[in-house]
């Protein structure tokens, strides 16, 4: 499934003293298949995006297109109950979403909104879901989701959001909140969902590490407009510009900078393991040439 904007718009509190324009003509694909990323400071625009996508905010009147595969969204008669079971919308800090008595009742409770199961069939769902994310279904599920550690409540979240099977997952800051560990954990579970049923992951992040790490591209939001689309490679190289728009990058990036302006550059795609090899290999060469 494929997504597609062009010139989307959105405006808080129209024809009032508070209208706040958040998104002005943004055009925007994110191919199937892409770990993308949005990146952008606070106010750019980002979460206002994510939320056309399954429909939770709908497109100003003037806006051209917004597609995700068949769906049409800016189409009256667009069926969104069928569109939120192939699009999961996972917010920041999930676990605050919990509500039922038991784990097992909390995962189901999308399912049931969006599909008519029996019950055998809805426990079966439930089950391959928790067990997807990671957590043990048998020790988990009578249990009060409330009762479960920090990383196991986002764990339940996420399992309430794919035990629908959606073709596109899409997370405002996944990782907040969690230690390097939880981090690392989280993500390969999100690459272990986007190669199956997941065809594409989309991610808000203000973790640059996490984008240059994970991402195979990212839209910049700026002022509620897009101002590039790369490669995390093409789009790290831009520290001064980025920098400008209050942006970080990677520590990669800080030390390729720092490495360029003493004399040494290193052409790196900013991941970790690739900056240590290039890093490596630049000394090697230096060494061999005294």
């Not at 997504?3 to 808080?12: F, G, M, W």
């Not at 909104?113 to 079966?124: I, K, P, Y």
């Not at 550690?149 to 073709?167: F, M, N």
């Amino acid at each position: 499934m494929q997504i597609v904007a062009e010139n989307l718009s959105h405006v808080y509190s129209p024809k009032s003293k508070f209208a706040v324009s958040a998104l002005k003509n943004v055009s925007l694909t994110i191919d199937e298949g892409e770990f993308f990323g949005i990146i952008g400071h606070t106010g750019s625009g980002k979460s206002t995006f994510i939320q056309h996508l399954n429909g939770l905010i709908k497109a100003d009147k003037g806006s051209k297109k917004l597609t995700v595969g068949e769906f049409d969204l800016l189409d009256k008669k667009c069926d969104f109950k069928k569109l939120r079971s192939k699009v999961g919308m996972v917010f920041q800090y999930p676990e605050y979403q919990l509500f039922a008595d038991t784990v097992a009742e909390d995962v189901a409770f999308g399912l049931k909104n969006f599909e008519r199961l029996s019950e055998e069939e809805t426990a079966a769902r439930v089950r391959e879901a928790i067990e997807t994310v990671g957590l043990s279904y048998e020790e988990v599920k009578e249990k009060s989701p409330f009762d479960l550690s920090g990383g196991q409540k986002r764990r339940v979240a996420i399992a309430g959001v794919i035990v629908t099977k959606p073709e596109i997952l899409v997370l405002d800051e996944p990782v907040a909140g969690l230690d390097p560990k939880g981090k690392k954990e989280f993500f390969a579970l999100l690459h272990a969902l986007h190669g199956g049923f997941v065809k594409t992951v989309v991610i808000v992040s203000h973790d640059m590490d996490n984008v240059a790490e994970h991402c195979t591209k990212a839209a910049v939001f700026e002022n509620g407009e897009v101002w590039k689309v790369a490669p995390p490679k093409e789009l790290f190289k831009e520290a001064e510009t980025l920098a400008e728009m209050g942006l970080d990058v990677p520590v990669t990036g800080y030390l390729a900078a720092r490495l360029a302006a003493n004399g040494v550059k290193i052409d790196t795609d900013f991941t970790e393991r690739d900056f240590a090899r290039k890093v490596l290999e630049t000394y090697r060469r230096a060494e061999e040439g005294r």
